[in-house]
C-alpha cells in the first residue's frame, strides 16, 4: 500500500524543496513560444529539467538542512555560470546592434548629405535663374551639422518624424516644380527670341540656317529627354517591384533570424543540459569512486560474508505478498526504465541533429554563402551606392560634354550677334544721316517757300490798303443807301396820293348815283352844251395818257420780277461760298499756327468775313425794301387799273349823259326851254368840268409816277450792277484768300509730316539706342554666364578629376577584395574539408560520449536500487522484522506530507514560483496578512502563483 501512494502521489522529495535556476525560469517562459512544435520533445524536456536529487539517507531535518545548502549552492554556481554566458551573448549582441545602428547612422548621413547638397544645388539654380547674376554668397551657405538631424529624428515621435519627412519631400518637391517651371520659362522666352531673330530682317542666311539646325537639335534633345523619362519611368516601376521583393526577402531574412534566435535558445537550453549532465556525471563518478572504495572495505572485511548470509537467510522470512509487490515494483521500475531509455534515445538523436544543425549555422555565421552575401542588405546597399556613383560619374561626364558644347555654341553665336549688331548699328547711323540731312534740305525748302509767300502775302495786303477799292466800296454803299432812302420816301408819297384817289373816286361814285337820279336835258343851255376846246383837248390828252398809261404799268413790273430773281440767284451763290468759307475756316482752325504771319492772315480774313457778312446784310436789307417797293407798285398799278376803268366808265357816262342832253335839247327845242332842267344842266356841267380837272390831275400824277417808277428802276439796275461788280470782286478775293488759305493749310501740313517724321526718326534713334545698351547688357551677361560656365567647368573637371581618382582607388580595391576573395574561398575549401573530417570525428567521438553517458546513468540507477536495497536489509537486520520499518517509513511519508510551516496540516497547495508545497490556510493568511513570500525561500507570490493539490 505504500508503495502504491508514493506511486500515486507527486513526486516530493527534499531536493524538489530548492528553487529552480533562473536559467530553467527563463527557458520554460521561452519554450511557451516554441509550444505545439513539439509536444513529445517537451514532455521530455520537462522530464529531465525535473529530475530528482537524492539527498541520502537523513535522520533529521538538521542533518537534512546542510545538504539542501549544498544543493541550494550547487544551483547558484550553475546559475552564475549561466548568467556570465548570458552577459557574454548579451554584450555581443549589444556590440552588433552598436555596429548596425552606426551603419544605419551612416546610412542616414549620407542621405541627409546628399539631400541637403540637393536642395542648395536647387536654391543656388533658381536664385540664378531668378537674377541672372550669381552671388558670392550662393556657395558659401552655412551647412548646419549632420548629428544635428539625427537628434532631431530622435527626439520626434513617430507622427512628428513622418510629418517632417513628408515636409521636407514636400518642399523638395516643390523646389524642383519651380525649377522645372523656370527652366519651362527660360525655354519659352529662348524659343520667343529665336523666333524673333528668325522673323527679323537683319539676319543673315547663314544664321536663320544655324538657328534651324540649332532648333532641329532642341527637338531631337527633347524627344531624347522624353524617351529619358519613358525610361526612367520603366526603371522607377522595376525598381519598385525590386523593392517589393527586397521587402519580401527581408521579411523571409527576418522570419530566418528568428528561428535562428530560436535554435540559439534551444542550443543555449541544450548546453545548459549538458552542463547539468556533465555535473550529474562527475557527481556519480565520485560516488562510484567511493562506492567502489567501500566496497572494497567491505570485501577486504570479514564480517561481509557473514552479512550476506544473514541476508539471504533473513529474505526467506518476508512474505509473499511483499515479495509480490516488490516484483510488481521491479516490473514497474523496469517499464519506467525502459519509458527512460525511449526518452533519452530520443533526446539523444535530436541533440545530435541540433548540434549538427548548430556547427552548420555556426559554419555559416563564420563562412556565409555568396548567395546570402548577395542578398543581404549591406551588400545591396553597396551595389547600389556604386552604381549611384557610376551613373552619376556618366552622368557628369556627359554633362561636361554637353556643357563644353553649349559653351562653344554660345561663343559663335554671340560673337555673330555682335558682329550682326554692329552692322545693324552702321547702318542705322547712316540712314540716320541720310534721313537727317534730307530732313535738313526739306525744312529749308518749306521755310524759303513760306518766307516767299509771306512776302507775297504782304505785299499784296499792302497794296491793297493803298489802293482805294474800299472807299469806292463805301461811296457805293452809301449812294445804295441814299437812293433806297428816297424811295422810300417816294413810297410813302405815292401811298398818300392812292388813298387821295380813293376818296375822290368814292365821291365820284355819290353824285354819279345822285345824277342817275336826275333826268332834265332842256333846261342846259347851248353854251354849256358844246365844252370849250381846251377841256376837249385836255380829255384827248387825258386819253392818251390814259392810253400810254397801261403801255407803261405793262412793261415796268416784269423787268423787277426778274431782276429780283436774279438776285436770289446771286444771294444762293453767295451763301454757298459762305458756307465753304466757313468749311475753309474750320480747316485752319483745326490746322496749327505756326507763326504772327499766320495769326496776321487769320485777322485779315476775320476782317474781310465781317465785311463780307455786313455787305450780305446791306444786300437783304435792300432787296427786302425792293420787295416791298415791288408790292406797293403793284398795289398802285392796280389801283391805277381801277382808276382807269372807272374814268372809261365816267366818259362813257358822260358821252350817254351828252346824247340824253343833245336829245333832250332836241326835245327842248321842239317843245321850249325849262328853267328848271338848265340849272341843273348848269350844275352837271360845273360837275363834270371839276370831274376832268381831277381826271387831268391824276393822270399827270400817274405821269410822274411812272417816271419815278423808270428812275428807281434804273437806279435799281445800277444798284445790281454795283452789286455784281462788288460780288465779283469779293469773289476775286475770296480765291485768293482760299488759295493762300490752301497754301498755308499745305505747307502747315507738310511741316506737320515732317515734324512728325523727325520724331519718329527720334524715336527709331531711341530705340536703336536702346537696342544696342540691351544688346552691350545681353553681352556682359554672356560674359559673366561663360565666367561661370567656366568656373562650373573647372569645377566639373575636379570633380571628374577626383571621381575618376575615386573611381580607379575603387576598381583597385575591388581588384585587391576580388584576389582576397579568390584566396579566401581557396582557404574556405580547405577549411570545409578540415571541418567535414572534424564532423565524422565529433559525431563519433559524440556517439561513444553519449553511449559513456547513457552507461553512466544506468550505472547510477542500478547503484541507486542497491543502495536502496542495502539500506532495507540492513534496516531489517537491525529491527528484525519488516513491518516496523514499513510503519517508520509511512510515518516519515506522512511527516513529509505535513505542513512545514505549521506542522499540523496537509500540504495541498503549491507555489508556482519556486514550487514549494504548503497547506492552503498558511499561504492564504500570508496573502491576506500581506505576507507574500514564501516561508522557506522568502520569493514573492501573487494570486495566480498557488494553486490546490488534491492527493489521492
Not at 516643390?174 to 529665336?194: A, F, P
Not at 351828252?658 to 321842239?670: A, F, H, I, T
Amino acid at each position: 500500500m505504500a508503495s502504491k501512494r508514493g506511486k500515486d502521489s507527486p513526486n516530493i522529495s527534499p531536493e524538489r524543496s530548492s528553487p529552480p535556476p533562473e536559467g530553467s525560469k527563463g527557458k520554460k517562459s521561452n519554450s511557451k513560444k516554441q509550444a505545439g512544435t513539439a509536444p513529445e520533445a517537451k514532455s521530455s524536456k520537462s522530464s529531465l529539467l525535473r529530475d530528482s536529487y537524492h539527498i541520502g539517507s537523513v535522520s533529521s531535518l538538521e542533518a537534512m538542512e546542510p545538504k539542501v545548502l549544498l544543493f541550494q549552492n550547487r544551483k547558484l554556481a550553475e546559475r552564475l555560470e549561466h548568467y556570465q554566458v548570458t552577459t557574454e551573448e548579451l554584450r555581443k549582441r549589444s556590440e552588433q546592434l552598436q555596429e548596425r545602428l552606426s551603419a544605419t547612422d551612416a546610412e542616414i548621413f549620407i542621405i541627409n548629405r546628399h539631400t541637403k547638397s540637393l536642395e542648395e544645388n536647387v536654391r543656388i539654380l533658381l536664385k540664378r535663374f531668378e537674377t541672372d547674376e550669381p552671388t558670392d554668397g550662393d556657395s558659401e551657405t552655412p551647412r548646419s551639422p549632420l548629428t544635428s538631424f539625427i537628434n532631431q529624428l530622435s527626439t520626434l515621435d513617430e507622427e512628428e518624424l513622418d510629418k517632417n519627412l513628408s515636409g521636407r519631400v514636400q518642399e523638395m518637391l516643390n523646389l524642383i516644380g519651380k525649377l522645372v517651371q523656370v527652366y519651362d520659362t527660360v525655354s519659352n522666352q529662348s524659343r520667343s527670341v529665336l523666333e524673333k531673330i528668325k522673323n527679323g530682317e537683319a539676319v543673315d542666311d547663314d544664321c536663320k540656317s544655324q538657328i534651324t539646325q540649332l532648333l532641329k537639335k532642341n527637338e531631337a534633345l527633347e524627344k531624347q529627354a522624353l524617351s529619358m523619362q519613358q525610361k526612367c519611368y520603366a526603371a522607377s516601376t522595376k525598381a519598385a517591384k525590386a523593392t517589393d521583393q527586397i521587402i519580401e526577402l527581408e521579411t523571409e531574412r527576418d522570419e530566418q533570424k528568428n528561428r535562428a534566435a530560436e535554435l540559439e535558445w534551444s542550443l543555449d537550453k541544450e548546453q545548459v543540459r549538458r552542463e547539468k549532465v556533465e555535473h550529474m556525471v562527475v557527481e556519480i563518478r565520485e560516488k562510484l569512486k567511493t562506492c567502489e572504495a567501500q566496497l572494497a572495505t567491505q570485501q577486504q572485511r570479514k564480517e561481509g560474508q557473514a552479512v550476506e548470509e544473514n541476508v539471504v537467510l533473513a529474505t526467506p522470512s518476508v512474505s509473499q505478498t511483499k515479495m509480490g509487490e516488490m516484483v510488481t515494483d521491479l516490473e514497474e521500475q523496469k517499464t519506467l526504465a525502459a519509458n527512460r531509455l525511449q526518452e533519452i534515445e530520443k533526446l539523444h538523436a535530436e541533440k545530435v541533429a541540433l548540434t549538427l544543425e548548430v556547427e552548420e549555422l555556426k559554419l555559416h555565421v563564420l563562412s556565409p554563402p555568396d548567395d546570402l552575401v548577395e542578398k543581404s542588405a549591406k551588400y545591396k546597399s553597396l551595389q547600389t551606392h556604386f552604381s549611384v556613383l557610376y551613373l552619376e560619374h556618366e552622368k557628369v561626364k556627359e554633362y561636361y560634354k554637353t556643357a563644353k558644347e553649349a559653351v562653344n555654341t554660345l561663343r559663335t553665336s554671340y560673337l555673330q550677334q555682335l558682329k550682326e549688331a554692329q552692322r545693324h548699328e552702321e547702318d542705322g547711323s547712316q540712314s540716320l544721316q541720310t534721313f537727317l540731312s534730307n530732313l535738313q534740305t526739306a525744312t529749308n525748302a518749306a521755310r524759303r517757300d513760306y518766307q516767299m509767300l509771306r512776302i507775297e502775302y504782304e505785299q499784296e495786303h499792302a497794296s491793297r490798303e493803298t489802293s482805294g477799292t474800299n472807299k469806292d466800296y463805301d461811296k457805293l454803299f452809301k449812294s445804295v443807301m441814299q437812293n433806297n432812302s428816297s424811295l422810300e420816301r417816294e413810297v410813302t408819297r405815292l401811298r398818300k396820293c392812292v388813298q387821295n384817289l380813293k376818296t375822290d373816286l368814292a365821291k365820284y361814285q355819290s353824285r354819279d348815283l345822285n345824277r342817275g337820279q336826275v333826268r332834265n336835258p332842256g333846261s342846259m343851255s347851248p353854251d354849256k352844251r358844246n365844252p370849250p376846246e381846251g377841256e376837249v383837248g385836255k380829255r384827248e390828252s387825258s386819253g392818251t395818257e390814259g392810253a400810254s398809261t397801261p403801255k407803261v404799268s405793262s412793261h415796268g413790273p416784269p423787268d423787277s420780277t426778274e431782276d429780283m430773281k436774279e438776285l436770289k440767284k446771286q444771294l444762293k451763290d453767295k451763301t454757298k461760298e459762305y458756307d465753304e468759307l466757313k468749311l475753309l475756316y474750320d480747316m485752319t482752325r483745326q490746322a496749327s499756327k505756326v507763326n504772327r504771319e499766320l495769326v496776321d492772315v487769320m485777322a485779315s480774313e476775320k476782317k474781310l468775313r465781317e465785311e463780307n457778312i455786313e455787305l450780305k446784310k446791306q444786300v437783304t436789307s435792300l432787296e427786302t425794301r425792293s420787295q416791298a417797293a415791288e408790292t406797293e407798285l403793284k398795289s398802285s398799278s392796280t389801283e391805277l387799273q381801277t382808276l382807269r376803268s372807272r374814268s372809261k366808265q365816267l366818259e362813257e357816262r358822260s358821252l350817254e349823259l351828252e346824247k340824253e342832253r343833245d336829245k333832250e335839247k332836241s326835245d327842248r327845242q321842239r317843245s321850249g326851254p325849262d328853267e328848271a332842267l338848265v340849272v341843273r344842266i348848269k350844275v352837271l356841267e360845273d360837275a363834270l368840268f371839276k370831274a376832268n380837272k381831277t381826271a387831268a390831275s391824276h393822270a399827270a400824277q400817274e405821269e410822274a409816277l411812272y417816271s419815278e417808277m423808270d428812275v428807281t428802276g434804273q437806279a435799281l439796275e445800277d444798284l445790281q450792277n454795283q452789286n455784281k461788280q462788288l460780288i465779283d470782286q469779293l469773289k476775286e478775293r475770296d480765291n485768293t484768300n482760299l488759295k493762300w488759305m490752301a497754301d498755308n493749310i499745305r505747307n502747315n501740313q507738310i511741316i506737320k509730316t515732317l515734324r512728325d517724321e523727325k520724331s519718329a526718326q527720334d524715336v527709331r534713334y531711341r530705340t536703336l539706342q536702346e537696342c544696342i545698351g540691351k544688346y552691350e547688357a545681353q553681352l556682359k551677361l554672356a560674359e559673366d554666364r561663360t565666367k561661370l560656365m567656366e568656373e562650373a567647368n573647372c569645377l566639373l573637371e575636379e570633380n571628374q578629376k577626383s571621381s575618376d581618382y575615386l573611381t580607379e582607388s575603387w576598381k583597385r580595391k575591388a581588384f585587391d577584395q576580388t584576389k582576397e576573395t579568390c584566396d579566401l574561398r581557396l582557404k574556405l575549401e580547405q577549411l570545409e574539408k578540415e571541418l567535414r573530417f572534424l564532423r565524422t570525428v565529433h559525431a563519433d567521438k559524440l556517439k561513444t560520449y553519449e553511449g559513456d553517458v547513457f552507461k553512466s546513468k544506468r550505472f547510477i540507477e542500478e547503484n541507486a536500487e542497491l543502495k536502496r536495497k542495502l539500506d532495507r536489509a540492513k534496516l531489517i537486520e537491525v529491527t528484525g522484522s519488516s513491518e516496523e520499518i514499513l510503519k517508520e517509513d509511512i510515518r516519515e511519508y506522512k511527516e513529509l506530507l505535513n505542513c512545514n510551516s505549521c506542522k499540523a496540516a496537509r500540504k495541498d497547495t503549491v507555489l508556482t514560483k519556486c514550487y514549494h508545497v504548503f497547506c492552503y490556510s498558511c499561504i492564504s493568511k500570508r496573502y491576506e496578512t500581506r505576507q507574500r513570500r514564501c516561508p522557506q525561500c522568502s520569493t514573492q507570490f501573487g494570486a495566480n502563483d498557488y494553486h490546490r493539490l488534491y492527493l489521492t
